[in-house]
């Protein structure tokens, strides 16, 4: 038989102490079926569910016959949990209680838009399936129920009452005559951060463009997320114990308030005090996890609103909270290597990291006395990050600034301390005078960015005002540590602005010129149309009965074309040895240019037409013979650089340069070279090249027609608004930070602006990839079949379509095809973009999702022209950089069909950080700047090969013959 008499000692003091515990548990626990819930800061009642649940663990299949299951429960619970376990109860909806926030979140989504939406919306709920089943539970009288069995006018009572609560925090405007429903930005962030409307009041009511970090501290712990916590009395002690020891900061509302507490948890959780009791470390868990969303949300709320000390104050604020640890503390603690000893051995000496940055590891030994960690902490102070911020300007205009910001990472990369991928920094421009950012955005320093030191550029535009001020700075701060905080500051005190530009020429009116004007046949059966537009009339005489340089600035769809082709005419009249040379700045353009004169110029006039890229090449004959040369601006720049050797660029009589705005971009410099060369074989030959410029409305057009040469006679730079067929432009701004989500919510206002602005006439949408091409027709289908006509946008019986699917390649074009939307891109094989094309102009088709280079290329017009989204991934620098202006405008000169429109409709979907920008420019005319300089050695060097210089005379004089010369002069930046 066992011996259990040693057992007995222990068991009696097993029991002992049981007996001193037991009673405690009895008088501060709650009953067996009661929980502690944090975000109650109660204890609160198991549910059914709950308790289901755990009956459901009693028996075991392979073993038991029956189960048994236990409640311990308070006496007047009883008969509560005895009814729930015998009879099935029905599970309520307990949306209406959230139902502002969610309201709010599909409104920032896009996927409500106005009450009937939000209407038909509630209809998909649970909430609507338990008011017709039970609507006396949900407060509807069952004579209302009756007469509206589809409950539409409660559900819509619920989304207007929702709608103005929202409208009056600002999180949405709403407008009650339409029932049209905005999102904010404010409504967005809350949306984003699951933040409560009732907190937004608060943040509306509390929030000022300059507070404390206390004074952040308090309107955190007055949010309404931390309403529930309790004070209790058992807990008063501890509290005051922390409010002493662990709040540097003072916590508004003391102990014996709920803001209070929140406050005293918050500040010991970041300064890591310990507490004993059970509940407050409970509430203290839930303090910190909300806290920092809504510092976070708080953070993004300041930045838009634009005000730099109190962004910088939050994410200071918000880091502190991650991080625990005060800003105040040496940044090196957040390296775990580093033992607390050392840690306080430099913050006792008070050596800002910059200075340790200067030491070496063994300065740094003898500094904190422990020459073995001298290097630990040298490595650490080499991985802290760092960024050296080099800003420089240039002047736009008066009012606009270009800044270039060169990004130079200067810390080791470690993957154990920054991970794998990138570290984060939030970048802004501030003006500490009015404290206003006037630009921000998040960047990423990659990195490969960091290993191969490779500096990074950022390109934006601010606004200066005049008179100017001193300064203004750059900040990038870390978004992940504290301490990493660096500022480079902008003086503008020998900026010189660039002039006031001269007026525009204004559109004369004129009687329209009848084509018989051109007094000759054959050139007036080239056209279809009986009479020139307005512009074209205006510019008809010094086209085609003079031979002074032009430059004709107007908008896209304005015709001007039929200018370049006036002047070829006129060297087909009046020089008929001679030869004119069109350069267009893209292939695309070339070979549209020469489908459509080998046609109207070869065969019906007889003249030679001769294609010049990198894909046609023709012999030297071919060229010798050539009437018209059609080319790109490298390929003549190859040619025209042995111009005294080759007989046929010297018989060049005219030069017409389509696009020539485009100055300004990557290409620029090569059309900059050909006109100088242009000018400078002139003045060697004595005979003289004419010179035609055409390109979009701008704003420095003198500068222009100077280095071309023209006088009084042969500038025409019209305003914007002369467009043969008005534009009304929409700009919607769109948040977000990341391209693809924000391209994603782009998708349902593409749909609304097809059917607001172009319900049956063809729309053109231009994305900036391949890619979205495809989701965004997909997105469009999607939207289609919730209507009760998804084919509305195919123009021709099914059958007929179904037929040239048959000989579709692509998957994708099959299926878009089938609902009236078509795709182009490169990527397309050429015949199912002939296919494609055919089908938009014949108006088979409505919708044409397209890339940017479709608005260079084929002439397109549509009514409606929607630019979804500025940006393309630059694949040189790897992120996502703006479509130049010039394209944008591009882009838009496609709405509006001359023969068919009497308006067009252009929707631009930008980035809202950009809104203001493209709203300034898309009515305000561009100015070109030069961008010789950056590659000025390389065309230096070709010209002294060709021998066009040979002395440093030389050079001088040919620089002198560029555009650059001419700007370098006026805008010295």
């Not at 009879?87 to 838009?113: C, K, M």
């Not at 005559?177 to 009732?198: E, M, P, V």
């Not at 608005?855 to 397109?860: E, H, I, S």
Request: hydrophobic share 40%; aromatic share 10%; net charge neutral.
């Amino acid at each position: 038989m066992p011996d259990f008499a040693g057992l007995v000692p222990d068991l009696a003091r097993v029991w002992q102490n049981l007996s001193q515990i037991l009673p405690d548990v009895a008088r501060s626990g709650p009953d067996g079926t009661q929980i502690y819930d944090a975000k109650r800061g109660s204890f609160v009642d198991l549910g059914i569910l709950d308790v289901m649940q755990i009956f459901g663990r009693a028996g075991r299949p392979q073993y038991d016959k029956s189960g048994h299951g236990t409640i311990i429960t308070a006496h007047d619970k009883l008969s509560h949990y005895l009814s729930l376990m015998t009879r099935q109860n029905p599970i309520e909806s307990q949306f209406i209680g959230s139902l502002t926030d969610n309201l709010n979140a599909e409104i920032s989504l896009g996927t409500v838009t106005n009450v009937d939406e939000a209407v038909k919306w509630l209809s998909y709920t649970y909430l609507y399936v338990r008011m017709r089943f039970n609507p006396l539970a949900y407060g509807i009288t069952i004579k209302a129920a009756q007469d509206d069995p589809g409950l539409e006018k409660h559900r819509r009572d619920l989304i207007v009452n929702a709608a103005k609560q929202l409208d009056k925090n600002r999180m949405i405007r709403f407008e009650d005559a339409t029932g049209y429903l905005f999102a904010t930005d404010l409504g967005r962030t809350s949306s984003h951060f699951y933040i409560k409307y009732d907190t937004v009041e608060v943040i509306n009511e509390m929030l000022k463009a300059i507070m404390t970090e206390a004074d952040v501290l308090t309107l955190v712990s007055n949010a309404q997320e931390f309403e529930q916590i309790k004070v209790r009395d058992e807990e008063l002690d501890e509290l005051d114990f922390h409010h002493l020891q662990s709040c540097p900061l003072p916590a508004a509302g003391g102990t014996e308030n709920t803001y209070g507490k929140v406050n005293i948890l918050l500040q010991t959780y970041i300064s890591r005090g310990n507490v004993d009791s059970f509940s407050l470390v409970s509430d203290m868990s839930y303090v910190a996890q909300n806290a920092a969303r809504i510092m976070r949300a708080l953070f993004e709320v300041v930045l838009r609103k634009g005000w730099p000390i109190m962004a910088g104050r939050i994410l200071a604020m918000s880091k502190t909270i991650d991080k625990r640890m005060w800003g105040w503390e040496n940044p090196l603690r957040q390296f775990s290597i580093l033992t607390p000893e050392i840690l306080h051995k430099l913050e006792a000496k008070k050596i800002p990291i910059d200075k340790l940055r200067e030491m070496d590891s063994k300065e740094i030994g003898i500094l904190i006395h422990h020459q073995r960690m001298g290097p630990v902490v040298k490595k650490c102070v080499s991985q802290f990050p760092t960024l050296g911020l080099d800003a420089s300007i240039q002047p736009i205009t008066r009012t606009v600034l270009r800044v270039r910001l060169t990004i130079t990472a200067e810390f080791s990369w470690s993957d154990k301390v920054h991970g794998k991928t990138g570290e984060p920094f939030w970048i802004w421009v501030e003006d500490p005078e009015t404290n206003h950012i006037y630009h921000s955005e998040y960047f990423m320093m990659h990195k490969k960015m960091v290993v191969t030191e490779e500096p990074q550029q950022l390109v934006f535009t601010i606004p200066i005002f005049e008179p100017l001020p001193t300064q203004y700075y750059v900040r990038a701060i870390s978004d992940r540590w504290i301490g990493s905080e660096f500022t480079s500051a902008i003086s503008f005190q020998h900026l010189i602005l660039p002039e006031r530009h001269p007026p525009h020429t204004d559109l004369l009116d004129l009687q329209p010129l009848p084509v018989s004007a051109l007094n000759d046949p054959q050139l007036e059966q080239m056209y279809s149309f009986s009479h020139f537009n307005p512009v074209q009339t205006q510019i008809f005489h010094t086209l085609y009965h003079t031979d002074y340089n032009v430059l004709l600035g107007a908008p896209t769809g304005s015709g001007k074309t039929v200018a370049a082709e006036l002047a070829i005419f006129r060297v087909f009249r009046m020089y008929p040895n001679a030869k004119a040379v069109y350069i267009a700045p893209l292939k695309a353009l070339v070979r549209e240019r020469m489908e459509d004169w080998k046609v109207r110029v070869e065969q019906k006039l007889g003249k030679k037409v001769v294609e010049l890229t990198g894909d046609v090449t023709p012999d030297m004959r071919a060229v010798s013979n050539a009437d018209l040369i059609v080319t790109t601006p490298e390929k003549w720049d190859g040619i025209s650089r042995s111009w005294q050797t080759r007989s046929y660029v010297k018989a060049v009589a005219l030069l017409v340069i389509d696009e020539i705005h485009l100055l300004g971009e990557d290409r620029g410099p090569v059309l900059e070279v050909i006109v100088s060369r242009t000018n400078f074989i002139s003045s060697h030959t004595e005979k003289q090249v004419r010179v035609v410029g055409l390109s979009t409305a701008l704003a420095n057009a003198r500068d222009l027609a100077d280095w071309l040469g023209i006088k009084q006679v042969g500038l025409f730079n019209f305003r914007p608004s002369v467009r043969p067929v008005p534009l009304e432009v929409h700009i919607s701004g769109f948040p977000g930070k990341h391209y693809c989500p924000r391209m994603a919510t782009m998708n349902k206002p593409t749909y609304q602006a097809v059917k607001t602005h172009s319900p049956g006439k063809p729309a053109l949408i231009f994305v900036s990839s391949r890619r979205q091409t495809r989701l965004t027709a997909l997105d469009l289908i999607a939207y289609l079949a919730a209507e009760d006509n998804p084919k509305q946008w195919l123009h021709m019986p099914e059958m007929e379509m179904e037929n040239i699917i048959v000989g579709i390649r692509d998957s994708n074009l099959k299926l878009t095809l089938a609902f009236g939307i078509g795709l182009h891109h490169a990527g397309l094989h050429e015949r199912d973009r002939k296919v494609v094309e055919e089908l938009f102009v014949n108006q088979k088709i409505q919708i044409l999702v397209a890339t940017s280079t479709l608005a260079w290329g084929v002439n397109f017009p549509a009514h409606l022209v929607v630019v979804k989204g500025t940006e393309y991934f630059d694949g040189k620098t790897r992120r996502y950089v703006d479509f130049p202006i010039t394209d944008v405008l591009q882009m838009m000169g496609r709405a509006g069909r001359p023969q068919f429109d009497d308006s067009g409709k252009a929707v631009i979907l930008v980035h809202d950080i950009k809104k203001h920008f493209y709203k300034k420019f898309l009515y305000e005319p561009f100015p070109v700047e030069s961008s010789l300089l950056e590659v000025l050695a390389d065309h230096l060097n070709a010209e002294i090969v060709a021998g066009t210089i040979s002395s440093k005379q030389d050079s001088m004089d040919y620089i002198t013959w560029t555009y650059f010369f001419r700007r370098l002069v006026m805008n010295p930046r």
